[in-house]
């Protein structure tokens, strides 16, 4: 069966989905129609903006259908009769009546070696718990949250300086990896795929607000983490003067002193202690201002901040 004539209906909103969907249109897969969320407001001006899928399936001339809720509203899936769902990064959960219409199955690219890090932020909790590796699963779409059969495993080396923001490029050539390599078989009927252990499913909850604030009173490994894991979106921030300044990139040192005290703030860099050790800043962003390298920002900001202070 010839994988490119097939009719692929995909599912996807982000950036992260929409390389994905770019790379398949530009090989010749028949993808004919986009599923992505309803546009939202963007930026400081709140401007309703295309989701990023939708721009690039606009590009092409794919058709796009954005349902509020897509398990009131999908009859028009009916109507194109797929042959393959594939989704990456959707964003909502698919009703199993959805997942029963396409003739060869409903797949997902999961950011993550299943079973470990089901769930909505597989990419951020592989860096937050500083795992070495990680990949994208190729898998079956089930009613139970990404507990599907898997097909095919491409995976990823995570160095000390990705965060967020780099690792999901090197997820999203996975995922595209993970689908080329893997489906051809699986509709061919060769890859029955295996199934999960559920005693080593391990989950991820939604990144929110809170998760973005700044907490000194944790280790440094802990918190050089967690700042690679929200790098470069959203950023987590420390409050001072009445600004939240983001911290986007560090690196441990073997400093000491009181949790989110100020050791080193001068030409040669911004140390700040935590409760193990200290975190030394490499990049930083006031608000309405660039992510800049801490060099540049001290030359705009050297009394901004005082050796001893707690922040």
């Given at each position: ?6 009719k ?12 994905v969907?770019?790379?398949?249109i ?9 599923v ?6 963007q930026?400081?001006?709140n401007i ?8 690039v ?10 349902p509020?809720?897509i398990?009131?509203?999908?009859n ?6 797929p ?35 089901r769930g ?39 160095s ?5 923001s ?13 689908f080329i ?11 029955k ?8 499913a ?5 990144i ?13 490994i802990?918190?050089?983490?967690k ?8 950023g ?12 986007l ?9 009181k949790?989110?005290?100020?050791i080193?703030y001068?030409?040669n ?24 390298t ?5 030359n ?6 005082e ?5």
């Amino acid at each position: 069966m010839e994988i490119k004539k097939l009719k692929i209906v995909y599912f996807g909103t982000p950036d992260i989905s929409a390389k994905v969907l770019e790379h398949l249109i530009e090989d010749g897969f028949n993808i004919v129609g986009l599923v992505t969320q309803i546009d939202k407001p963007q930026g400081r001006k709140n401007i309703i903006t295309p989701t990023p899928t939708k721009i690039v399936a606009m590009k092409h001339g794919i058709n796009v259908y954005q349902p509020v809720k897509i398990r009131n509203d999908f009859n028009f899936l009916k109507e194109i009769n797929p042959d393959i769902i594939l989704t990456l990064a959707y964003g909502q959960l698919i009703p199993h009546e959805v997942l029963e219409l396409p003739k060869l199955g409903a797949f997902n690219l999961h950011g993550s070696i299943l079973p470990n890090y089901r769930g909505a932020s597989p990419i951020q909790y592989s860096l937050l718990n500083g795992d070495t590796e990680t990949g994208v699963t190729l898998m079956e779409m089930v009613d139970k949250m990404d507990a599907g059969k898997m097909y095919y495993v491409s995976k990823v080396e995570i160095s000390l300086n990705d965060n967020y923001s780099s690792l999901k490029d090197k997820i999203s050539d996975a995922a595209y990896d993970a689908f080329i390599n893997g489906i051809q078989d699986v509709v061919d009927g060769k890859n029955k795929g295996n199934e999960q252990d559920e005693n080593l499913a391990t989950f991820t909850a939604k990144i929110n607000k809170e998760d973005e604030i700044i907490n000194f009173n944790s280790d440094n490994i802990t918190l050089f983490n967690k700042i690679r894991a929200l790098s470069y979106e959203p950023g987590m921030y420390f409050v001072f003067n009445n600004e939240k300044i983001k911290i986007l990139k560090t690196h441990i040192v073997d400093s000491n002193g009181k949790p989110g005290e100020i050791i080193e703030y001068s030409k040669n860099g911004f140390i700040i202690a935590t409760l193990n050790g200290a975190l030394s800043v490499d990049e930083i962003q006031k608000p309405g201002k660039k992510v800049m390298t801490f060099k540049d920002f001290y030359n705009g900001n050297q009394h901004l901040f005082e050796i001893g202070q707690i922040i």
